[in-house]
């Protein structure tokens, strides 16, 4: 098999229209002219792309897709600066097309690129086909650009005073000539220069590989042009774009015009980009794009010894999230340096240390010995944040958990080993030690959770979501006084959800805020409903944090309200102390807009949050759900001394409180002992559809 062959059939992509791709020209290997490029240089080619550019593969082989090209493209662009270009936005990850001029002899020949991104050998490579363009054939008659008309004196000048460095060689390949450009950038003087072969000007990279590709160019095209790298008077290297073209005089002599531009600022500019483009803007360290590049780069390393493994931890913050809702993303920026540098102090040495973006750091570790070896990293990672972090004399605790994927037992490709790290690092939140190896059944409840999110995010074109209803009597008469609404899923015809179960994942997709105003349309039709059947019941509706924060928010509540002509007094939202906690001044200010509309406010779950009590005392609240573990426990006396407390803060803010999870009798009568309140639980009826909630109740 030869090279080209072992190299197409060793190609895969990420993008399964790219595989497909593949798929259709490796059945026709060379129907089409088809190349390989590293970066910039051809490291494979098929006959037919050699015959298409009239090389063979040892003098295409290391050369630039540039130095195949004119010096500009048609756009007026150097063509070294859009071969770079083009390159990098192959290597973004999609198939893209691009017009070319190549050189054909004495004259350009339109092309017509197509680059698809591929991957060889762990290495990022971009699989180039070359179509010719359309050429127009009908003869032109010559233009005549009227520097034959000058004097030899003029055009001498223009040479002499050009900002480019040009120098002329003979026959015998001295200089003939040279400006003062020239003189400027190699340091010589004119007078030393003519005379010279220019090989003294070469650094050591013109190797006779180098000579052998511009004697060749030069033999077959007239021209060459590339960058090269040419040593100054005082020693120093640098680089330059320089290009050659032989011309032949009339008296039948040839010479070669050669100039030459010092890059090195153009070249200083691309690294700095470079490192942009490789780094974290935030915190400096390398980013995804780095570290996929660095991961292929070990995975090469470890396919040539196979007897050594390594690992990729994927981190992720715990707490991170609430240090940006309570201080703002400014201070979380912060902190994220914070945690970045205490990484590098700590880590640098044993591993590649980069931030993919949020909250989220990977750890690369090679040649390690054995799981307990990378067990013992993580947990070294892990006492970094017993510490907490310090910034303006707040502290701030955070947590990780930390998802491990090993190479290459797991996987052998980078952007596999980054999901499946990322996988175990879900894992891991839920595991007490917060540390978890990828395994497939990680997998297994990673695709289970996918398919349940596209069920969920179904269910409300099936119309699979239904309200249950649940009665808040009053807790001394018996009487109802009003009913909350509950989110249910029927997922299918056995199996039905509460809201506990799927509310997760509709908050983390956004879709709550859909969802939610379904609930709070179809409750508020629910209670005008009853109201006119004579039974003013109120109704109470569970609000997440994210529809609070959504801008429309009290304007979808007055929609409700005023499209089933419910009283807004008849309406309970219901909003927990953690969402209080997220943005307290735009709660505040959302909660004070729902009270001027006469909307009925209860703070839900009271107790399991971690609301401050002087802030409880300015919000515009009506009542305080008490959360049902203050129920269970009444039967014990701290529990009761604990509930009465709580009783004791209600009656001080003038508000009302419902008991949640009231199952018996006995937990009902000491509730009685303690004053007038209300009561919603087992005892007074579990949650049912409003039909039957009809028939028992009203």
Not at 567 to 591: F, G, M
């Amino acid at each position: 098999m030869s090279q080209w062959s072992q190299q197409l059939h060793s190609l895969c992509a990420e993008s399964l229209a790219i595989e497909q791709e593949l798929a259709r020209i490796r059945a026709i290997p060379d129907k089409h002219p088809l190349a390989l490029l590293d970066g910039e240089t051809f490291i494979g080619a098929n006959d037919t792309c050699l015959k298409f550019l009239g090389y063979s593969w040892h003098q295409l082989a290391g050369t630039t897709l540039s130095s195949l090209s004119p010096r500009l493209q048609h756009s007026g662009v150097n063509s070294k600066d859009a071969a770079r270009e083009t390159i990098y936005r192959a290597l973004d990850g999609n198939r893209i097309h691009a017009e070319w001029l190549l050189n054909d002899g004495d004259s350009e020949k339109p092309t017509r690129l197509t680059l698809w991104p591929c991957i060889l050998k762990q290495h990022p490579v971009l699989l180039v086909s070359f179509t010719p363009g359309e050429r127009r054939r009908q003869q032109r008659e010559p233009v005549n650009h009227g520097f034959s008309q000058l004097p030899p004196d003029v055009l001498s000048s223009v040479l002499e005073h050009s900002d480019e460095a040009i120098y002329i060689t003979g026959s015998d390949q001295r200089i003939l000539a040279a400006n003062m450009a020239m003189s400027r950038t190699c340091g010589y003087g004119c007078d030393k220069l003519i005379g010279q072969r220019p090989d003294f000007l070469y650094a050591d990279s013109h190797t006779p590989e180098v000579e052998s590709a511009y004697q060749h160019a030069l033999a077959t095209r007239s021209n060459w042009q590339g960058e090269l790298q040419k040593k100054r008077a005082d020693g120093s290297s640098y680089p330059v774009q320089l290009s050659t073209r032989r011309f032949d005089s009339r008296d039948g002599h040839s010479y070669l015009v050669t100039r030459f531009t010092d890059i090195s600022a153009r070249k200083q500019q691309q690294q700095r980009l470079t490192e942009q483009a490789m780094s974290d803007a935030l915190t400096g360290l390398p980013n995804r794009y780095q570290l996929t590049k660095l991961l292929n780069q070990a995975l090469e390393r470890h396919r040539q010894t196979p007897s050594s493994f390594g690992a990729l931890m994927f981190m992720d913050l715990n707490g991170f999230k609430n240090i940006n809702d309570s201080f703002g993303h400014g201070v979380g920026d912060r902190v994220l340096q914070l945690v970045a540098a205490r990484l590098e102090a700590h880590c640098i040495g044993e591993a590649e240390i980069a931030r993919l973006g949020g909250d989220e750091f990977t750890l690369l570790l090679e040649d390690c010995r054995d799981e307990a070896q990378v067990e013992t990293v993580a947990r070294e990672v892990l006492s970094l944040f017993d510490v907490p972090f310090e910034l303006e004399g707040q502290k701030f605790f955070l947590g990780t958990s930390i998802g491990i994927a090993l190479f290459p037992q797991h996987g052998d490709q980078a952007g596999q080993l980054i999901s499946l790290a990322d996988t175990a690092m879900y894992s891991a939140k839920k595991h007490r030690s917060h540390i978890q190896f990828y395994s497939e059944a990680m997998q297994q409840d990673a695709e289970r959770r996918i398919r349940f999110i596209n069920n969920l995010r179904h269910a409300m074109g099936l119309k699979q979501f239904t309200l249950a209803y649940q009665g808040i009597v009053d807790l001394e008469t018996g009487q109802l006084n009003a009913v909350e609404a509950l989110l249910r899923w029927q997922k299918d015809g056995h199996t039905m959800l509460d809201a506990k179960d799927f509310l997760p994942q509709l908050e983390e997709t956004g879709m709550i805020v859909k969802v939610g105003q379904w609930v709070l349309d179809q409750a508020c039709r629910q209670a005008a409903s009853w109201r006119r059947t004579g039974h003013n019941l109120k109704v109470s509706v569970n609000i997440s944090p994210l529809q609070l924060e959504h801008p429309d928010f009290v304007t979808m509540v007055q929609r409700a309200l005023s499209a089933n002509e419910l009283p807004s007094n008849a309406l309970i939202l219901e909003i927990t102390e953690s969402t209080l906690l997220r943005q307290p001044l735009l709660a505040k200010k959302v909660l004070s807009q729902l009270r001027q509309l006469g909307v009925l406010i209860a703070i839900d779950d009271f107790g399991t949050g971690l609301s401050s009590l002087s802030r409880l005392g300015s919000l515009p609240i009506d009542s305080l759900k008490i959360d049902a573990e203050f129920a269970q426990q009444l039967g014990d006396p701290q529990g009761q001394k604990l509930f009465a407390a709580v009783v004791q803060l209600v009656r001080a803010l003038g508000i009302i409180y419902v008991a949640e999870g009231v199952e018996n009798r006995a937990q009902q009568a000491m509730l009685q002992s303690m004053g007038q309140g209300y009561g919603q639980g087992f005892l007074f009826g579990e949650p049912m559809d409003a039909h039957t909630f009809s028939k028992r109740f009203l």
